[in-house]
């Protein structure tokens, strides 16, 4: 009988598999709901995950964040991420904040050459290492996390106006600001690589509900040689790295440039974005996949037949090669019944190619 981890890495490679991995992400209430359910919140456990996921610890590179801030007065409420991004609350939603961008309105190049990007500390690398070994001792899988690779660590720095506007005009600032991103992108992917990380979790979101972000030339030019330029740098180092690429809506245009620059793993296939045959008819065998069940209309709001038939449908449509995790779209946001999150597993834990 292969381990959780062997299991997965088949699967994952489309060589067949013994049974069907899962994933799933509950939002905070839904975390809460499972604690007194069950009177702990090990639901990774419960759902007999066959992955865990791991993170390189960053270290700001500022000392005050505020003062990152010349030209916006912030809400008295803000807090701030290690790259210096604020988030203050948005009112009426459960976890969604608004976001403050540093570099918004910088017309000086080098202001944004020497902004303060965060820092891989000296003991980073020895606390991933034991992270990853004491996961693999379990039988499990490693899986780094490194989403907001290039593109929205960008934008969520500079403003999504701003960036848009320097990538249209080719300003110089557009590629001292991309390229200094995908420096660090390049060098935490090393670290997953050297740790023995199975699997690393790339990931910009390019796709909207029913188009797409930018044009396709556009994220060719200024995304795609960036983001093959991460991959390459983890492969160097761990030449069977998989990567894991997560982009929410419509991405269906990119299928084939994703492919082209390496990545392996396609996440998360909204159902309600573009349709799983148009994906694999695209994709013709070169992609695996991790995601497919709709978190705006099935899990929510289908029955547990429906939760079923839609698991059924992605994994006979996948086959016995496999190369699925099945998993919800997004987080499990609150109004996901308990009965549907347990039929998706248990349709899963059934399927039989």
Request: aromatic content about 8%; overall charge negative.
């Amino acid at each position: 009988m292969p381990t959780p981890r062997e299991n997965f890495l088949r699967t994952l490679r489309r060589q067949g598999f013994d049974f069907v991995p899962l994933d799933l992400s509950l939002c905070p209430s839904q975390v809460e709901a499972f604690k007194k359910r069950f009177g702990h919140s090990d639901y990774a456990s419960f759902f007999n995950l066959s992955h865990r996921w791991v993170e390189l610890q960053l270290n700001a590179g500022y000392a005050d964040a505020a003062r990152l801030y010349p030209r916006e007065r912030l809400p008295a409420d803000t807090v701030f991420d290690v790259f210096g991004v604020g988030h203050s609350h948005q009112p009426d939603c459960h976890h969604m904040t608004r976001m403050h961008h540093p570099l918004a309105g910088a017309l000086n190049p080098d202001e944004i050459r020497h902004f303060p990007l965060p820092h891989i500390p000296p003991e980073a690398q020895t606390q991933l290492n034991e992270r990853v070994l004491k996961i693999h001792s379990q039988g499990l899988a490693a899986a780094g996390s490194m989403a907001c690779t290039i593109w929205e660590t960008a934008w969520y720095l500079r403003s999504m106006e701003d960036l848009m506007a320097d990538m249209m005009t080719d300003d110089e600032g557009a590629a001292i600001h991309f390229d200094r991103i995908t420096d660090l992108a390049c060098r935490r992917i090393e670290a997953y690589a050297r740790a023995g990380t199975d699997l690393v979790m790339l990931g910009d979101d390019i796709g909207m509900q029913s188009t797409i972000m930018m044009s396709v030339e556009l994220w060719s030019t200024w995304i795609k040689p960036r983001l093959a330029r991460v991959i390459a740098a983890g492969r160097a180092i761990k030449p069977d790295l998989l990567i894991f690429y997560h982009s929410c809506g419509y991405v269906l245009p990119f299928i084939p440039h994703l492919i082209d620059a390496g990545i392996d793993i396609l996440n998360p296939v909204q159902p309600e974005c573009m349709a799983f045959d148009e994906v694999l008819k695209i994709a013709a065998g070169r992609l695996s996949y991790w995601g497919t069940i709709g978190t705006q209309t099935t899990l929510p709001f289908g029955t547990v037949q429906d939760v079923r038939s839609a698991v059924l449908k992605n994994l006979t449509a996948c086959g016995a090669a496999g190369g699925i995790v099945i998993a919800p779209t997004h987080l499990v946001e609150p109004e996901v019944p308990w009965d549907n999150l347990t039929a998706l597993a248990a349709a899963a834990r059934e399927f039989k190619p």
